[in-house]
Nanobody
Framework: QVQLVESGGGLVQAGGSLRLSCAAS????????MGWFRQAPGKEREFVAA???????VYADSVKGRFTISRDNAKNTVYLQMNSLKPEDTAVYYC???????????????WGQGTQVTVSS
C-alpha cells in the first residue's frame, strides 16, 4: 500500500511558476514509477509527466520544456516544477504510483487526492 499526498498548488499569474510535491508513505516508494496527471473541469484526466524508479522521465507534449518531474527517494517525494504557466494549465493535479512507467492513468494503482492549480491570464 502507498498513500500519496499532494501539496503546492495555488493561484499564479500566467508566466509564473509553481512546484508541486507528492509525499508518499511506505518503504517501497523507490520501487514505484510515479506520474502526474491533471483534470480540468469538464475534461478527461490527462497525462502530464512520469518518472521511473531509476529517474527516467517522459512528458506530455503540452508541457515539454516547461515542466520538470523529479524524485527524491530518501524523502519519499516526487516533484513537479512548473514554469511558464499558461491559463490552459489550470486543473486539479494528481500524483500516482504504479509498477510501470506509462502515460495511461490505468497503469497506476495508487492516487493522491489532488491539488488545485489556477493560472490567471
Amino acid at each position: 500500500q502507498v498513500q500519496l499526498v499532494e501539496s503546492g498548488g495555488g493561484l499564479v499569474q500566467a508566466g509564473g511558476s509553481l512546484r508541486l510535491s507528492c509525499a508518499a508513505s511506505g518503504r517501497t516508494f523507490s520501487s514505484y514509477d510515479m506520474g502526474w496527471f491533471r483534470q480540468a473541469p469538464g475534461k478527461e484526466r490527462e497525462f502530464v509527466a512520469a518518472i521511473s524508479f531509476n529517474s527516467g522521465t517522459v512528458y506530455a507534449d503540452s508541457v515539454k520544456g516547461r515542466f520538470t518531474i523529479s524524485r527524491d527517494n530518501a524523502k519519499n517525494t516526487v516533484y513537479l516544477q512548473m514554469n511558464s504557466l499558461k491559463p490552459e494549465d489550470t486543473a486539479v493535479y494528481y500524483c500516482a504510483a504504479g509498477p510501470h512507467l506509462s502515460s495511461s492513468w490505468s497503469a497506476y494503482h495508487y492516487w493522491g487526492q489532488g491539488t488545485q492549480v489556477t493560472v490567471s491570464s
